[in-house]
């Protein structure tokens, strides 16, 4: 249906949205701080599946989700001991973690009626088309890279395809 296209096509968008913020964090922030808090993710998925789908997630499932955070808390302690409030890049991983879960449940509600593929195609041509606005509009360069830049970046693609095609089969 339109409806189940178009939640595909939100996931691309939520996803291109994690990618640009916390790409973006990365450079300004510690690899460590914008990966811990850009894989806050499950925080999100929960609350979003409770609040917009109300899901009853079990006691057990809130227990192993709290224990995951006190965890991410306690690595990131240290990074808040050096600069104890929260920074733009901060926020930017944040908000990484934040659109990588409403990818999650947007894909998961597109998956309702389409099949893996076509809810993987649709949000990566939607992701793509955005991360190409996003460029042309940061003008970023698109072109005038290296030789082995290309080759690692068609290698990557190539990978990570067949990697979801071998996985949709198992």
């Known amino acids: ?13 939520f996803f291109a949205g994690d990618l640009a913020t916390w790409n973006t964090a990365v ?19 929960s ?7 109300k899901e009853k997630l079990r006691p057990a499932f809130w227990a192993g989700l709290l224990l995951a955070m006190l965890g991410a808390m306690a690595i990131l302690g240290r990074d808040f001991l050096t600069h104890p409030t929260l920074g ?8 990484a973690g934040l659109f990588y879960g ?27 088309v955005a991360l190409l606005a996003f460029s042309l509009i940061l003008r970023q360069p698109l072109w005038g890279y290296s030789l082995t830049t290309y080759a690692s970046l068609i290698a990557l693609a190539l990978v990570t395809l067949g990697l979801y095609i071998a996985s949709s089969l198992l």
């Open 102 to 128: 409403a990818f999650f449940l947007a894909t998961e509600r597109a998956r309702d009626n389409l099949s893996s593929l076509v809810t993987w195609w649709v949000a990566a041509v939607s992701s793509a």
């Open 27 to 45: 450079l300004v922030t510690s690899a460590a701080t914008a990966t811990l808090l850009g894989n806050t993710s499950p925080l999100w998925v």
């Open 47 to 53: 609350l979003g599946a409770l609040v917009l789908f």
């Open 88 to 95: 733009v890049a901060d926020l930017l991983a944040l908000l």
């Open 1 to 13: 249906s339109r409806r189940h296209l178009a939640l595909a096509a939100l996931a691309g968008l």
